[in-house]
């Protein structure tokens, strides 16, 4: 049952992942478990009384357990608990439950946002970046978990699909400016665009809820992401020779990854000094605030008018502009033309 | 002859604009006039000795005239010299020379950005901002003066016909994000961007070089747009009743115009609070950048290498990635495959 | 009987403002509503069970209604309690009470305001202005508009007359300045003064406590007042001919109001640019900051001691200076005047 | 002769003030003075050569000399030039010339500022602060140092009289917030704003132009202010007994004092918390404003039309607004009434 | 019994601080007081019904008290209570207990801080440095004050001794500069590091919880220091002699104090212009910084793992690097050295 | 002879380097190069006419000559001029003169900087932070290059030597720091303190004068550091196993070199989180401050007082504290003890 069908006290059951675990000790000296577990549909607090240690140590944060357990109603509000003594849960595995049950999902389809990415791909031409992008967009392994990243923890597209999302966005925009604007290599433009946020690949867990990893923490996504593609230049450079990839070439990809946020209170080391980069960074900055607004729309209330509520992200509400419009029936004093 | 060709003493013939005009008295206590004319070549100092006040009233800034001067050395460099009391130039009507002979002119031509206005005023249904686009767009003496103007007096498309190709360019980032993008209104979208800057045909003046008008240094473009449409509004109500432009319509569209440079450090009044105006100003800051990176590009002295020199607008200089590439040859270790 | 003389269960009869009112579906599926009503002693939860989607269309927000419900404990809480399938409540048309009897009003009464701002009124001589004023402040409807304006939602004088209260403190601010400092243009001084915060009228509401409306969210009070003078001085030029109102009359005035913040990141889409600007800003940021202190001062609790609690205006807690200061006895030493 | 009469080479005779004083040795080893002399009508170079030490020692920047030197031109400029030999100057008493011969002087003539200072103080009842003020305000020496000083080194009121003319303008605004206000303690607010800028007599100094001394570059004049009155306030305790200065009386004053530039990052290192301490400086901060403008007119050059040039304390150009307005003629239209 | 102690329903006996004193009337009429009282394990509300104004004047904040009451449950959570008709405390003189039984504590005992406070102040040989140091560091009660205080309300040092902590951190830092950079004057410097907080000995009060006592608010500490230094300045001329404390020996010092917050924003009047104000500001910043990681460390529950959890003071949680490091096992690779 | 030495017009011999080397097209169509050349006395300009493009190609930027060139007066300066035509100079081999010669050096020998980053290394034991270590500072070439670069191009330490010096001044602040406080690791503080700029070696140039690399331009030096540890990080675990340097050791140690500038608005990435790497900032910018005042005092001309001249690095001048005090002989007042 998913935890928004719990709505009154009695047995429960069901398939939930572990959004948080704490180790408690009552007052009577007995361990005791507080964990919360949601699904897709909510979150609820699951006590576990007289647990062991040993039982402790399976249910972990990101874990997806198959639960049977009773709803209580405590402090005026329905919690579940269960009884530590005996076996009440178990630990799914991987394969079982895809993790698109219990965390929200991008409202774009996978399919719609791949074909983005891989056409582009297809039209960057020189060679050490086809290869470079392939270190990455050609593995199977890389492609799952760039495809189930968010592109942010909290603000905008935080939900599994977002870095695909928004990496589509920005290789959008940037194709519609290689269209308009003379001046621009557009191998280097593609590449970076596809390249910009693979740091987050490392930098966020998506276990139990969307979190930094201690790299993401330590070093930041786009640090991590300078490293991911230097060690993958210094690969290609060992197996191809040195002159396969030159400074030339390495140097203003860097400097794209480095550069994108824009401003150094952004997080950028350097700010943009070509083209190119300024023209990244103005594609992610505009796909990130477009999708703000998109999802303070798509989630406002139903009952909405003009005005969704105030949006901690925007720091304001959304208007939704409705021109519904119609001629006015002509007056008289219209039709006649004085006036 | 051109004023870069007037690089030595001698005699001095050809046609200039007054870009500065000062009266100045002599120890002697005669009059005389200290000038800068110019065309699109380049500037020079002209001195008019023992002028009178008739003649100087005629050396308007902004003016064309005909000029018959002689260059001369004065603290190690040529100004031109004039004798006031003979005739020396003959003021031109404005048909006789275009101004772009003397101003610095788009390297867009006219006729590529017309039609993406065009076009996008022609995708327009909403009637009451179809008659409204027709109020500026269609009159030849607006879309004269539209073309004319410089997008900004300074840092980007300072130059006759910056104002057209920078429409041009936000139509485009506008209409791209149109085809990607959900929740967004096309009539309302094209509206804003087509109109979003029309009060720089007012708050801006080119005789002479670009300046601010009055109304531009006291209220700027941005006061001055919301004041035309502001008024065409009122126009259509009177002509069309007051049911023609209902405020849910009117509203979001001055909306646009207040809001689109995004912050009210930047001199909205407004932040933008809907989906439209938060694209607009992404779109409007996303081209005035691009073009000052085009313009330290284009500006480049020729010998450049891949920096261009310090560029002011941008407060750096200009990296230009060089990709050329070739395939390097292979060496022994490479061709054995040990590593 | 007043809000806050319901400190028991039991009926309750009185006459309220609705301050808010949302439509909820019970567990049952009935639909309740769940209001807030209040008077100028303050303000309480109302739930009205089983009511029709009729009646829950008459209780708006923002409507005065006399009411007859049970006050009733919920969560330790008194909240009012209304059967929906009876007649409980009358909704009063506006004559019937005032509005301030359900909103704060400001402390200085509208008899000591008003003619401030009429003085100053009539010391204005040019015609355009003169004319110009009398649109606003001859008009009855304007006038009531006027006075029972807040001069701001938050922060200072967010009460009934506040506006009137604010202008008149600017107005006499800048009569002392006419006073004192030369090169001030007085005519144009005090249509500022008086014109400066017009817009409020139209961007801020009174019904059910102070808000903007969609004009206010979208423009703000600024755009708005430039709006409504730009408006007035066209139909002047309609009725009184083009040259009635030149530029040179127009554009200081309008620079006023869109100047009167000061700086970019405080609203103003420019920055004052001549002395009566600067002034006009000044005198308007000073009386807004004095009110913050009065308040402070006016709504602090009795008991307090030299320092008021902290209040979020102002950010900190403000201090009260006591003189009470008495010549100390004379001691020995001092009346032997050795030291 | 004043420094703008000598305009062509020969002997110059006149009464300077010594504005800067360099020792320099010229490459034959002889030593020479660099010096620039000044009156109110300019400022000119000064070289001596073959100057000895001791006659180089009596230059000093400040002094005021009796000068006879030759104009010469060096560098297409003229300078004068003297015999460091010979005795070609006489160094001026103090009594000899008033400083306001040589510096740039209030446009406010001192007997109109004082009476509005000294009516101020008469109006303070409270004994401690009258008797503070008296430490000041009624000693001769220091009302001729006040009299002398500028408001500010730069941007505002830096002429002599400016600190007198500008705590009249101070006094002024708070006298009229006193009629207007209430809560206001009249005793408090006008001693802290006849107190308010004290420091700058120590702070600033006129010798030889507007200078900061040593106290004023290390401490401030805000610093400099809060120790005179500590000290003052320590002498009376010690003369009067503890109690004739209690701290209830005293730190409101130095509060004032410590909070008058508003905000820590312009220099206080207290902000107001209380109501007059806020109203000072608002006072504060209107009278300087008001003076960069005042200034940016009364220096503009004399063909300015309705701009003044660019000016650097406001950062722009300075509007002069012209309403100067005639009825128009009625056209035939309007008298028709047709429109 | 502690406060941590009282786990259940009881009678209660303890000694306690009291932390706050709320007067209030209930419904009846009656007089009870809300405080709140503490000891350095915790602390909790006490009730005392029917109080009446005299035994209510003796419960005053900063009080000790020796209370007999009894632990109820009201909303859920334990609170004390006692009846006010009864004789239910006493209070404790102040030296009964100390402070430190009731207030936080540095971690670093006062006679490891006093001795680096000392050397330092014996090796400051210039006499009026020394005899001013004297003035502070050779009283009693100066000492006993100084090692009491806090060095700051919150954010750092919070709590009994972190002023004389605080102090020897940057007498340290600043002797490791001594002993490592040229140029700078170690008398200056020492006596400005001793000196540069000592008025928090004014401006901070530890009865009941660390606050500002009206100077600290009204002044900050920083000019409350500024005006002790001024004072006994003074008090060493009358002594001494003018001369004894010539100004280049008194404005350095006070420009220490007056630049140690480094920046104006940060509340210095003015900001560091010689090498010794520099070094003492970077040397307070460090050690003010330092201490904000080492209470979050400190503080951490016991089961963290690498990250504290999110602190207020830093705005973000604190790594705790644990580089506990073993030497790889080799792997057969390894071993045979083929890669 | 020495660039101080060049005083008059005549023929000059020495040997220099060139710091600006441009091509240029005579009036006449002949090619003619204007440089600057330098050494540690100063710079000129030389202009060799009629100059092959050849020989202008051996002219580069940075290269050290040895010159005969004749000195002549141009615009009333002296200028180097030499006849391109003939051979008139050589270009000397790098080990010929060394680089000191020709850029301004550290005032602090390597001889005493060395031995302090050299023990900081030795106490380091952690395996894989010594190791990592030797990869930099065991090898000849690095330390030469290390100890020939600046710290800074501008600001501070901008000298040959100045990286070593700086890098010395972080160490020792450390180590002291290490001392007093607890809780810091000493093996990763001096590591990250060792390497925390040794990226300034590949981001800066020092041929013809300090300037960036495009590796500095792109990356900037705080991402070439990050860069070359990882680059370091990856061939220790190629070599010695991935294990040798697990995650946990090494993202700690890439964050002290991410966050060592403090802030985002810094240029760090990240901002720091745990206690070593908010100590590593604050020594990096203690140090770097200090210098500033040390350069300025170092470089003021030698006639100065207590002021040295503005410094453009401080944005102030910097006082020069002179506490020279002698025991005041006592006075009739002070020997008799009345006061």
Redesign the interface.
């Given at each position: 049952m998913l935890v928004k069908e719990i709505?009154k006290e009695g047995p429960v059951k069901g398939v939930y992942m572990i959004l948080e675990s704490r180790?408690r000790v009552a007052?009577n000296g007995n361990l005791f478990a507080a964990l919360r577990v949601g699904d897709q549909s909510g979150e609820m607090p699951l006590k576990v009384w007289e647990i062991s240690e040993e039982t402790f140590a399976e249910l972990q944060k990101g874990r997806v357990i198959k639960l049977e357990a009773a709803a209580k109603t405590f402090?005026n509000m329905l919690q579940l608990e269960a009884d530590g003594r005996r076996r009440f849960f178990r630990v799914c595995t991987e394969d079982e439950y895809p993790l698109t049950d219990f965390l929200p999902v991008s409202p774009v389809p996978a399919e719609k946002s791949w074909p983005v990415l891989d056409r582009a791909r297809a039209e960057v031409e020189?060679?050490?970046y086809r290869e470079l992008l392939a270190v990455f967009f050609a593995q199977k392994s890389f492609r799952e978990k760039f495809a189930a990243a968010p592109a942010a923890l909290r603000h905008h597209h935080a939900y599994v699909g977002g870095l695909l999302e928004h990496t589509a966005?920005v290789v959008?925009?940037c194709r519609?400016?290689l269209a308009?604007?003379?001046?621009l290599?557009s191998?280097?433009l593609l590449t970076g665009a596809l390249l910009h946020d693979i740091g987050k690949v490392r930098s966020y867990q998506t276990g139990g809820g969307f979190e930094n990893t201690?790299?993401g923490?330590?070093?930041?996504h786009?640090?991590a992401g300078?490293?991911m593609v230097?060690?993958a230049v210094?690969t290609a450079r060992?197996?191809?020779?040195k002159?396969?990839f030159?400074?030339?070439?390495e140097?203003?990809l860097?400097?794209l990854l480095?550069g994108h946020h824009g401003l150094?209170?952004?997080?950028?080391?350097?700010?943009p000094?070509?083209?190119?980069a300024?023209?990244l960074h103005?594609?992610d900055?505009?796909d990130s605030?477009?999708a703000k607004?998109?999802e303070a729309?798509r989630s406002r209330p139903e009952?909405t008018g003009?005005?969704t509520p105030y949006n901690q992200n925007l720091n304001?509400?959304?208007?939704?502009?409705?021109?519904a419009?119609e001629?006015?029936a002509?007056?008289e004093e219209?039709t006649t033309g004085e006036?």
């Amino acid at each position: 049952m998913l935890v928004k069908e719990i709505t009154k006290e009695g047995p429960v059951k069901g398939v939930y992942m572990i959004l948080e675990s704490r180790r408690r000790v009552a007052k009577n000296g007995n361990l005791f478990a507080a964990l919360r577990v949601g699904d897709q549909s909510g979150e609820m607090p699951l006590k576990v009384w007289e647990i062991s240690e040993e039982t402790f140590a399976e249910l972990q944060k990101g874990r997806v357990i198959k639960l049977e357990a009773a709803a209580k109603t405590f402090n005026n509000m329905l919690q579940l608990e269960a009884d530590g003594r005996r076996r009440f849960f178990r630990v799914c595995t991987e394969d079982e439950y895809p993790l698109t049950d219990f965390l929200p999902v991008s409202p774009v389809p996978a399919e719609k946002s791949w074909p983005v990415l891989d056409r582009a791909r297809a039209e960057v031409e020189l060679l050490p970046y086809r290869e470079l992008l392939a270190v990455f967009f050609a593995q199977k392994s890389f492609r799952e978990k760039f495809a189930a990243a968010p592109a942010a923890l909290r603000h905008h597209h935080a939900y599994v699909g977002g870095l695909l999302e928004h990496t589509a966005g920005v290789v959008t925009l940037c194709r519609a400016a290689l269209a308009h604007y003379p001046y621009l290599n557009s191998d280097l433009l593609l590449t970076g665009a596809l390249l910009h946020d693979i740091g987050k690949v490392r930098s966020y867990q998506t276990g139990g809820g969307f979190e930094n990893t201690d790299e993401g923490k330590l070093l930041g996504h786009l640090v991590a992401g300078i490293r991911m593609v230097t060690e993958a230049v210094n690969t290609a450079r060992r197996n191809r020779g040195k002159d396969f990839f030159p400074p030339a070439v390495e140097l203003p990809l860097i400097h794209l990854l480095a550069g994108h946020h824009g401003l150094k209170e952004w997080g950028s080391p350097v700010e943009p000094v070509f083209l190119e980069a300024c023209l990244l960074h103005h594609a992610d900055y505009m796909d990130s605030q477009i999708a703000k607004y998109q999802e303070a729309i798509r989630s406002r209330p139903e009952e909405t008018g003009s005005w969704t509520p105030y949006n901690q992200n925007l720091n304001h509400a959304v208007y939704l502009p409705d021109l519904a419009w119609e001629m006015p029936a002509a007056t008289e004093e219209e039709t006649t033309g004085e006036s």
